[in-house]
Structures are given as C-alpha cells and as structure tokens.
C-alpha cells in the first residue's frame, strides 16, 4: 500500500466516532499532505465521540441566496498561509473587535504564529475543549467560527464566536457561519446553552447574533482586553430549548438560505 492510499485510509477510519485518539492526531499530524479536507466533506450523524463531540466533523451545505456555497469544517495545518494573508490584509476590521495581541499584529499572524496556533488548538479539540472550524465558502477559506470553553455535564454550556474575512463580508456569510456553529453546538457537541459576546460599537455582530436567536442578557463590564484596553461587551445567549427547530431552519424560512 503506498503512503498515499495509508494515510487516506488511515483518515477515512478517524472519521468514525470510535477512532482511537492516537489515530486523530497522526490524521492532523500528516494534514500538511492535503487529505484532511477532502476527506471530511460530510456532516457525522451517528454517535458522538466521547472525548470531543463535534470534532472534526464538518456541517452540511448549504446555498445563499447569491449562489454561494457556505459549510463549516475542522480547521487544518494547511490553512495555515490563506490565515496568515487574510487576517493581515483585514488588521483594519480585525484588530478594533479582537483580543489585544502580543507585539505587533503582522508578527502575530505569521505562518510561524499559525503554527502554534494551530497547534494549540488542535490539543485542546482533543480534549474536548473547543470545535475550531473555518467558513469555507465555495470551497475556499473565508473565516473562522469556534466553540470555546465547552462544558458538559450539569452547565452544559459554551461560547461561539467567528470572524468573517473582508471579501466574504456583506453577503450574509457571517449570519450562516453562526447558524451552523450553533446547531452543531447543540446537535452534535450536545450542549444545553451558547453564549457570546459583541463590542457596543459593533452592532453588525450583534445584529448577526440576533438573527441567528440569540438574547441579550446582560453587560460585561471591562470584561475583556480588546485592542489595547479593557472594553465592555453585550452578552447574549441561546438554549437549545428556546425554539422548536433549528438555527439553520428558521434563516431557511426568513429566504436568508436556499431549500
């Protein structure tokens, strides 16, 4: 058998919920290959895995009313260089409504800081942490969604939050992207509750957050350390119990996606 045909073998069976863990990390080990993302192209309906529910599993398909074709999937060490250029190229969006990075925002999004980024996140997939996805759009990079800080047990719980890159914006992706990274919070991670947060001076965040159901619920003050000082958030949230049917189901009947 050659290399090749192992190794897609080898990910064809870590897409099963009962993979043992070392098979998951050899798959994202050897992702630089390029197989990772031609191998998850189905949303899993079966069992959820013990350890990390909701990872790597991708979303289903689904169609905007402009023709594009919008899914979320497991994030891959080969995105590694699309990252790097579009967070750079968007530091203007970017750098107001995120977290205060460390030196300067070019040296934080090289293909070295994707790394170690990637990394990172990867360990704590493994761990059932956080569901780190990427929006692809018509097959190509287009931004981030992530499921942080997941909970089980009695809190049940976790944050989402997502950043659109700029040529994707406008367009409803954002709205989505959101839609999706929810239902498979709920569906296929199995939590109880989403939360998230959005600057006063972003509305558009939070009118994407709306759309998709979420409530406010408060007022973080100083809660988190955004573009050089500590910034005040609206919080919002969303249980699994407060609508009858899916994110993506009530944007379907809104015209926001097609049948």
Not at 19 to 38: C, E, K, Q
Not at 228 to 235: A, I, M, V
Request: glycine share 10%; net charge positive; hydrophobic share 40%.
């Amino acid at each position: 058998m050659s290399l090749r045909s192992a190794l897609v073998t080898l990910l064809t069976c870590c897409l099963c919920s009962s993979a043992p863990s070392w098979a998951w990390n050899l798959t994202f080990m050897y992702d630089f290959l390029g197989f990772g993302a031609r191998r998850v192209r189905s949303p899993s309906t079966g069992s959820r895995h013990a350890i990390h529910p909701g990872w790597p599993e991708a979303t289903r398909t689904v169609v905007l009313p402009n023709g594009w074709r919008i899914r979320l999937r497991p994030l891959l060490s080969s995105d590694g260089p699309t990252w790097s250029e579009l967070r750079i190229l968007d530091e203007h969006w970017l750098r107001p409504v995120e977290p205060t990075v460390a030196g300067t925002w070019k040296s934080a999004h090289t293909t070295a800081a994707w790394r170690i980024n990637f990394r990172n996140l990867r360990g704590w997939a493994t761990k059932g942490i956080v569901v780190p996805l990427v929006i692809e759009v018509n097959g190509e990079f287009a931004g981030q969604v992530t499921i942080g800080n997941i909970q089980h047990g009695s809190i049940g719980e976790a944050w989402i939050g997502y950043w659109v890159a700029s040529p994707f914006m406008g367009q409803g992706v954002a709205t989505v992207a959101c839609a999706l990274g929810t239902d498979l919070g709920f569906s296929r991670v199995g939590l109880h509750r989403l939360t998230a947060t959005f600057l006063p001076h972003n509305p558009a965040s939070g009118r994407v957050l709306e759309l998709v159901g979420y409530r406010r619920e408060g007022f973080l003050k100083g809660n988190l350390h955004i573009d050089g000082r500590w910034q005040d958030h609206h919080f919002v949230a969303q249980n699994i119990d407060d609508y009858p049917d899916s994110a993506l189901a009530r944007l379907l009947r809104a015209g926001r996606v097609l049948p």
